[in-house]
């Protein structure tokens, strides 16, 4: 039987100083398969045209005047960026040195500057910087890569997960490419699994993958290539262990004639991959794009009264950890900015449900939150309300205030009727339907419109209903 962790480079010598050296043949399988070309990046086929920024970074032109430019790497994890960093530091003439954000601090930072000075001077060879979550490093570590950078004693290529807009320094952006890495797509998780299965580099054929086990494969690792082939690795383990223990029992069983020919690839099945993996991570940071990405989703969803992508979300929330406190006050605005008036009783359902989780907590705050949810999402939609105080406080911030009528102010103090206050002020529950027809505005806004209901759920009823209470208060 072939042996899981064979591979084509099983040298233990790291290569020339400061390149990349060759992965080892006990290193994790998203180690081993790292492409080490361009031809063999899986996605990003964005960035890979003829004559693009990444393609020149990572095939230079020789011929060419200008030095290659730094470059920030921004996308979710697993999708290529360290892939990336290998690539474009294995063209001729590089030196590559990984640095990470974690750990590294200003001191580290400018010995790389004086080492790629050193290599520049002596040798006529370009430092690859690579440096793994930028988003961590501060303002004065960010400000220490600026020299380097404008200088081109490095090229710089850094990765983040987090949006550089609000991570990364204004000057190191100025001076730096931003290339957006976007999600793999199953099918090239599919291709990178298969590939994985057949290289010498991967499992070499020591598996055969079932048609189920790679969908379970596909659909657990989200979009991640490296969780694919973690996924990949311990579902083939699993899968061997099987079979060297159904083996082992045969040959306690006294079956020990001899096998002709080599193995046959032993089938790793669904239920080997579920062992591994029966769990799928999700990918969400709480205070990043991604608590703003799903929170953006869930709103617009209730909004769009599509009430399954809102269950979604909210499990998606929910099974991230997202605080459920959270939700429910999202729901609470949702209930009044984007239902209002075509069902009143949504904000009390939003109320109640805030309240009920803030009582009872989770697990069991679920149910809650997705009746509440299924409300809103099946409820009418009205923004009338929403608009109307928008407006209202767009006029006041314009200066449309003018001073309160007279017979509208306060006369219950003394020396209140001297001055006018409360004269011919008419007692609405005097008149009839409890409406009284006098001004009530000031008088720059007499006559404005705030408020237009919409002949949808409950607020249908208010469309005739405002208007002759209108007709009423203003004597139309």
Known sequence: MADLFSAAH???????????????????????????????VLGQRHLMRPGSPLRKLAEPDPGSPAGPSSVILYGPPGIGKT?????????PGRTFTE??????????????MEQAQRERDLYDRTTVLFLDEIHRFSKAQQDALLPGVENRWVVLVAATTENPSFSVIAPLLSRSLLLTLRPLTDEDIVGLVERAVADERGLNGAVDLADDARDY?????????????????????????????AGADEDAGGDCGARAGAAAPVTVTEEDAAQAMDHHVQRYDKDG?????????????????????????????????????????????SASEDVGMADPTALQTAVAAAQAVQLIGMPEGRIILGQAVTHLA??????????????????????GTGQVPPHLRDAHYPGAAALGHGKGYVYSHDEPHAVARQQYAPDPLVGKDYYRPKPIGAEKR???????????????
Do not use: C
Request: hydrophobic content about 45%.
């Open 99 to 112: 640095l990470s954000a974690i750990t590294a601090g200003v001191k580290d930072v400018r010995q790389v």
């Open 83 to 91: 892939t990336l960093a290998h690539v474009i530091a294995r063209a």
């Open 378 to 399: 099946t409820a009418p939609k009205s923004n009338a309300s929403y608009a109307a105080v928008n407006e209202a406080l767009a006029d006041v911030r314009a200066g």
């Open 289 to 333: 794009d991604q608590h703003y990405d799903v929170i953006s989703a869930f709103i617009k969803s209730i909004r769009g009264s599509d009430v399954d992508a809102a269950l979604h979300w909210l499990a998606r929330m929910l099974e991230a950890g997202e605080d459920p406190r959270f939700i429910a006050r999202r729901l609470i605005i």
């Open 10 to 40: 099983e040298s233990d010598d790291d290569g020339p100083s400061g390149t990349v050296a060759a992965p080892r043949a006990s290193a994790p399988l998203a180690v081993r398969m790292r492409p080490r070309t361009l031809e063999e």
């Open 217 to 245: 494969v596909v659909r657990m690792a989200g979009g991640d290539a490296r969780r694919a082939l973690t996924v990949l690795e311990a579902a083939a383990g699993v899968a061997l262990d099987k079979a060297r223990q």
């Open 462 to 476: 208010l469309v005739d209903q405002v208007a002759a209470l209108r007709r009423i208060t203003r004597g139309e």
